[in-house]
């Protein structure tokens, strides 16, 4: 690995583990999210353990839709509505003592939300990407963060997506994803590891 984790500049985030990707009967259902929930549940308990920065990031648009951007040209099903089912984290990652929340309304963790001053605040340097989507919120703030000058380590089994269908181009399985995104961020943007890895590191520190 390219970089060190210290459990006093080092955090690990968490991207929107939310009942809209975990729950079947939402319109972002992701079949793959519960595949990873052990290994997020893994990381978190090893940065409690560390005593380590922990941000739950939640994504959270208003119920009339007027901070969609973007996003909404694509696809306008209402989804993250506050106040619904959808937008709460899943019960596995209620936030604990310590831990912050992070709510956000775009791809990236960083954009019109308080994580940098968070980061800033408690001199991290270095930033765990985990959680969903892969080749939405996950990879869009790791080279946000990799711009930022955050010293980035993206742990490909605790992060998952959809199997996209064909929009142009033939369908392409979740793992077909990750393999592009995994190769094009270790190529440059992040150190890319396995859960396993990572959690014996945490550990020693």
């Known amino acids: 690995m390219t970089y060190e984790v210290n459990s006093k500049t080092t955090a690990l985030?968490?991207?929107?583990?939310?009942?809209?990707?975990?729950?079947?009967?939402?319109?972002?259902?992701?079949p793959h999210a519960k595949e990873i929930l052990g290994n997020l549940v893994k990381l978190r308990n090893a940065a409690h353990g560390a005593k380590m920065l922990t941000i739950l990031v939640q994504h959270s648009h208003k119920a009339d839709g007027s901070d969609v951007g973007r996003m909404g040209d694509f696809d306008p099903t209402p989804v993250f509505t506050e106040g619904t089912p959808g937008v709460e984290l899943i019960p596995e990652m209620a936030p604990g003592n310590g831990e912050i929340i992070v709510k956000k309304t775009r791809y990236s963790s960083f954009?019109?939300?308080?994580?940098?001053?968070?980061?800033?605040?408690?001199?991290?340097?270095?930033?765990?990407?985990?959680?969903?989507?892969t080749n939405y919120c996950s990879v869009t703030t790791a080279r946000h963060a990799h711009d930022l000058?955050?010293?980035?380590?993206?742990?490909?089994?605790?992060?998952a997506g959809p199997d996209m269908p064909d929009v142009g181009f033939g369908p392409v399985p979740h793992a077909e994803i990750m393999r592009a995104v995994a190769t094009s961020l270790a190529g440059g943007i992040a150190d890319v590891v396995k859960t396993d890895d990572l959690v014996n590191q945490i550990n020693k520190v």
């Open 13 to 30: 985030l968490v991207i929107d583990p939310q009942r809209e990707y975990f729950d079947e009967d939402k319109p972002l259902y992701t």
């Open 111 to 133: 954009v019109n939300t308080k994580l940098e001053s968070v980061l800033q605040s408690a001199g991290i340097d270095t930033i765990i990407i985990s959680g969903l989507m």
């Open 149 to 159: 000058d955050y010293k980035v380590i993206f742990v490909e089994d605790a992060n």
